[in-house]
């Protein structure tokens, strides 16, 4: 499914914005779905958000709805992740990930390094 290499993470403060980036090295958007997951310190990874690469469907966490939003760029072979209003308790490490259209990490079989995105209050 290619390689996926996530970008744009930082530090910001609470009310703040930042997009995240997940480039992959093959054109896996039309076969497969992406989703972002994120793992904070001390939990378990957790299911932010997925676009079907096929038909655009999204899927968000309801912690995150209405705040980010996941898009696909096939001319670029990138998904997004516009994340807006930010809080603290957003901070994790933030994951692209590519795999089935589902909510379960345990559907996704290829993954980026991560990015770390830090919300300060």
């Known amino acids: 499914q290619g390689q996926l290499v996530e970008s744009g993470g930082g530090l910001v403060q609470a009310g703040g914005s930042l997009r995240l980036s997940c480039a992959a090295s093959?054109?896996?958007?039309?076969?497969?779905?992406m989703g972002w997951f994120r793992r904070a310190p001390g939990k378990e990874r957790e299911f932010v958000a997925v676009i079907s690469g096929r038909t655009g469907l999204t899927s968000y966490a309801d912690s995150v709805k209405g705040r980010f939003t996941i898009s696909i760029d096939n001319a670029k072979n990138t998904v997004y992740l516009q994340m807006n209003n930010l809080k603290p308790e957003d901070t994790a490490i933030y994951y692209c990930?590519?795999?089935?259209?589902?909510?379960?990490?345990?559907?996704?079989?290829?993954w980026g390094q991560g990015t770390q995105v830090t919300v300060s209050s």
């Open positions: 990930a590519s795999g089935l259209l589902s909510r379960s990490d345990s559907n996704f079989r290829s």
């Open positions: 093959s054109r896996t958007f039309n076969s497969y779905a």
